[in-house]
């Protein structure tokens, strides 16, 4: 069975020997990831060189403070996977400054606040009803609480960013800082025109690209580092890396970010994680990462495509990115239901706001199934599949032998893979 020697294989050999309950879960997760559509927008099939990386002994190593400069021994090894993944990052996105130990996208955001504002600070963020994040100001977060946040929206008929609206919420409110990302916006930011409106009105920028990261660095979307004071990202969406986050930003603030994250939100750096990172950023420097990024978006917009001509309403008519938002309205469900009829065939996608903001939407990703091999054709597959099962065309066992049949084709992982 084996085609080639898999570290990662043999880390689960291991845990099934000692431990089946939990190799059972890993198992089954990895069934259920290879068996379904994976069309949640943030997620991804990491290679099996990064997983290799998160499952190893640096795990083990505790390494806080920044390379050369630990307050822990022992560090000199680490170091050099901090340094590679540093390195990388700033070569990848042409940053002065990269900060690779955040824990995730919202601890790389709490941090950029912390570098930036002090609590009571009013931030201008695109307003949760329209696709903000967590960290934009929800109530129920560190940042809706200890922050006056301010929301912009998008037009409720074309569902693009009212800049008109920003500008002027810039101006009246004076925020200290304005962010611009989302987790459901299909088009590209204007990032010249954000940076002119904090400039106008003395704000910082901060670009919050946890989505679209992965294609900035394929090349398939414009990069905000030339005009954000600071970038936060994931490196596990369209980047394909391990689950985390990362800080970019111009060497004025390289000191401020770092200190924001170390001591000041975190304690020690997740050091398997960071080789992780090195890793995918290793990868996403590559032609192959290009042509992926590109194919991300191509498949998009032939799903968003096949959407509308099967009677959703697409969010913008269609995409720039990986991401399609659409409302089945039309076809007489609800969101919610909709997606429910889906996850039951094997379709697995998240709700998410809508333009006008009273009813969910679906968002669909075309990043996991990029990584796969799909490509057009099979895009096409998804959305008739997609919009029978909602429509209840088909049932969801003969939905499910479709899915399986899909998937069959382009299994995410090498066969050597423990299955
Ligand atoms: C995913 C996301 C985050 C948070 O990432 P986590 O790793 O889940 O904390 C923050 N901001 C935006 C816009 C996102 O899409």
Request: hydrophobic share 45%; with cysteine.
């Amino acid at each position: 069975m084996s085609v080639m020697p898999s570290p990662t294989a043999d880390v689960a050999e291991v845990l099934r020997g000692q431990d089946p309950q939990v190799a059972d879960v890993l198992l089954g997760e990895l069934t259920r990831q290879s068996t379904t559509l994976q069309l949640n927008a943030a997620e991804n099939f990491t290679s099996p060189a990064v997983l290799a990386a998160l499952g190893s002994p640096l795990a083990n190593k505790y390494a806080e403070g920044y390379p050369g400069a630990r307050h822990h021994g022992g560090c000199e090894i680490v170091d050099a996977a901090e340094r590679l993944a540093v390195d990388r990052a700033k070569a990848l996105f042409g940053a002065e400054h990269a900060n690779v130990q955040a824990h995730s996208g919202s601890s790389a955001v709490l941090a950029a606040y912390a570098a930036l504002l002090r609590p009571g600070d009013t931030v201008l963020a695109l307003g949760l009803p329209y696709g903000g994040h967590l960290t934009h100001g929800s109530p129920a977060n560190f940042s809706g609480r200890w922050f006056d946040f301010v929301g912009y929206g998008v037009d409720a008929e074309t569902g693009l960013i009212d800049h008109d609206q920003v500008r002027a919420l810039a101006r009246t409110r004076r925020p200290k800082a304005i962010v611009c990302g989302s987790i459901a916006y299909p088009r590209h930011f204007d990032h010249a025109f954000f940076r002119e409106v904090a400039d106008e009105v003395g704000a910082y920028l901060i670009a919050d690209a946890a989505h679209p990261i992965g294609l900035v660095a394929g090349g398939a979307a414009p990069s905000p580092v030339p005009y954000a004071d600071i970038v936060c990202a994931t490196t596990h969406k369209v980047l394909r890396g391990p689950r985390g986050g990362m800080i970019l930003c111009g060497s004025e603030l390289a000191e401020r970010v770092d200190r924001a994250v170390f001591p000041f939100t975190q304690g020690g750096a997740q050091m398997h994680t960071i080789a992780a990172k090195a890793v995918a950023f290793g990868e996403a420097a590559t032609e192959d990462f290009r042509v992926y990024a590109r194919q991300v978006v191509a498949n998009a917009r032939v799903l968003a495509a096949g959407l509308a001509d099967r009677g959703l309403a697409v969010t913008t008519g269609g995409t720039d990115t990986h991401l399609v938002t659409a409302d089945p309205a039309p076809l007489g469900v609800d969101g919610r239901t909709a997606r429910g009829r889906l996850a039951a065939a094997g379709l697995v996608l998240d709700c998410c706001p809508l333009p006008h903001g009273d009813a969910r939407g679906l968002r669909l990703g075309t990043a996991a199934v990029t990584t796969q091999g799909m490509r057009e054709a099979e895009m096409a597959r998804i959305a008739a599949l997609l919009a029978a099962v909602v429509r209840e065309e088909t049932d969801a066992v003969a939905a499910r032998a479709e899915v399986r049949e899909l998937t069959r084709g382009f299994p995410p992982y090498p066969a050597s893979y423990p299955s």
